[in-house]
């Protein structure tokens, strides 16, 4: 039976305690005047980071400068940044899936995501999900019932994804078990027997499937068979009352940079890449489906601006898991467009 747990607030402020706070990104002449904004970035000991495109393009064409701040990157473990934003310890939030910050706010994060961030869910694009072994006992969504799904962030959304494709073909969560196991012994763990299937987030998931051996299931890229957007950058409310104009400028900033992106889709990649925030060695397997080294299927949200009807989509996801009571909330509690220049257009 799949259960779900999160983090106690004394164990995750220990963990925080040591997390490093990095360097700006880019200072520049004048940056006296600029406001500091300290913005969640993971750790870079895997050779890659994905989904902060938008943060990277504002920041290397001057955009967060033009718009009064700039960006220090405040390194902290996937597992404890919701903490720091709500301890402070972190102003801003990227790379928060919808369906990850509904569960955080219904247990009590006094948060908001204010823009779109994060490279939407597309069928076009590559997409992490659950991976088989190609001659194993997996074969269909039927299969998994009974079976123990591998992965070392059992609270995180990736699971939810996963568990409503199985329970949209017929497997409960009743029927699946879901087992912590450490990132690196994943693939260990999955040929020895000890689970029948792995959620492979990249780097892993694209090693496996050059590696051959393994099929990949299903992808959270399929999740609703549309473009969706998937989530954005958070801001405790705290941080929202106290530094509004700040935020103006970060989000105007991200909206400028998202459309910029629309039309220059390829570009996001190259600054990745000449930053060192981005490993060749994933790519272009990293965002597209084909191994073609073409870009142009890529597309995030018009403006940055989080959208109502999405956020239905990923609210109706949790209810069904009863991750959330049903009718608790609407679309419109968990963010906010306010600070956006675009959104009264």
């Known amino acids: 039976m799949t259960t779900h747990s999160t983090l106690t607030r004394r164990a995750a402020l220990t963990a925080l305690a040591g997390a490093a706070l990095a360097t700006p990104f880019i200072r520049r002449a004048g940056a006296a005047e600029l406001k500091t904004l300290r913005v969640f970035f993971p750790p870079l000991d895997i ?10 393009l504002a920041d290397a ?3 967060f400068a033009k718009n009064g701040i700039q960006i220090e990157r405040a390194v902290v473990p996937w597992d404890q940044y919701t903490v720091g934003l709500d301890t402070g310890a972190l102003d801003l939030a ?38 088989v072994l190609a001659d194993g006992p997996i074969k269909t969504p039927q299969d998994f019932k009974g079976k123990r799904i591998g992965t070392q962030y059992p609270s995180f959304s990736g699971v939810w994804f996963a568990m409503d494709w199985l329970t949209k073909h017929g497997v409960t969560k009743d029927e699946v078990s879901v087992v912590p196991v450490p990132e690196a012994q994943l693939e260990q763990v999955l040929r020895a027997g000890g689970v029948e299937a792995i959620i492979a987030y990249s780097p892993l998931e694209i090693q496996l499937q050059r590696e051959g051996g393994f099929t990949q299931l ?51 990649i190259e600054i990745g890449l ?3 925030h981005l490993d ?9 489906r084909d191994g073609k080294d073409d870009y142009s299927h890529l597309r995030w949200a018009t403006h940055g601006l989080n ?16 991750i959330v009571p049903k009718g608790k909330y609407q679309p419109t509690d968990f963010f906010t467009n306010a600070f956006n220049p675009f959104a009264a257009v």
Request: net charge negative; glycine share 8%.
């Open 61 to 63: 064409k001057g955009i």
């Open 218 to 268: 299903f992808s959270v890229a399929d999740i609703a068979g549309r473009f969706i957007t998937r989530g954005g950058t958070m801001a405790s409310e705290k941080f929202i009352a106290e530094h509004p104009d700040a935020l103006r400028g970060y989000v105007a900033s991200i909206a400028e940079a998202a459309d910029y992106a629309n039309a220059h889709p390829a570009e996001p």
């Open 94 to 131: 990227p790379f928060a899936d919808y369906a990850y910050f509904i569960n955080v706010y219904d247990k009590g994060l006094k948060a908001k995501e204010i823009v779109s961030t994060t490279l939407p869910f597309n069928p076009l694009n590559h997409g992490d999900g659950l991976v």
């Open 280 to 288: 060749k060695q994933y790519l272009p397997d990293l965002y597209t």
């Open 47 to 56: 050779g890659w980071t994905a989904g902060y495109e938008l943060i990277e």
């Open 274 to 276: 000449a930053r060192g």
């Open 307 to 322: 959208n109502a009807e999405d956020l239905a989509f990923w609210l109706k996801l949790v209810e069904d898991a009863n």
